[in-house]
Nanobody
Framework: QVQLVESGGGLVQAGGSLRLSCAAS????????MGWFRQAPGKEREFVGA????????AYADSVKGRFTISRDNAKNTVYLQMSSLKPEETAIYYC?????????????????WGQGTQVTVSS
């Protein structure tokens, strides 16, 4: 069982930045692909980005490329989502998730474990 706890959400003005963190329990963090998703009110959950176990590769939704960066510190069992140039339409609950090697990073249903989410509100 993996437990994920997100933090770092809050209120930010459009154009601002936030860094989200996701702390994972257990000694096997390094074995998991880590993903970030978000869900805005009345909308479906959407993929934001993901990073491989070895930090060798990452993938991003087209809407966030060049503005968001995912990183992970396997020694700290933590994955980060650095967000910049935030837009009001990116107001959502942001979730981190973990999945085994080989999953389709873009499909939330393939991730085994999820955090409770952290609210990000971008004011205009």
């Amino acid at each position: 069982q993996v437990q994920l706890v997100e933090s770092g959400g809050g209120l930010v003005q459009a154009g601002g930045s936030l860094r989200l963190s996701c702390a994972a329990s257990g000694p096997t963090f390094v074995k998991y692909t880590m993903g970030w998703f978000r869900q805005a009110p009345g909308k479906e959950r959407e993929f934001v980005g993901a990073i491989s176990q070895s930090v060798a590769s990452a993938a991003y939704a087209d809407s966030v490329k060049g503005r968001f960066t995912i990183s992970r510190d396997n020694a700290k069992n933590t994955v980060y989502l650095q967000m910049s140039s935030l837009k009001p339409e990116e107001t959502a609950i942001y979730y981190c998730a973990s999945g085994i090697r080989g999953i389709n990073w873009y499909q939330g249903r393939e991730y085994a474990y999820w955090g409770q989410g952290t609210q990000v509100t971008v004011s205009s």
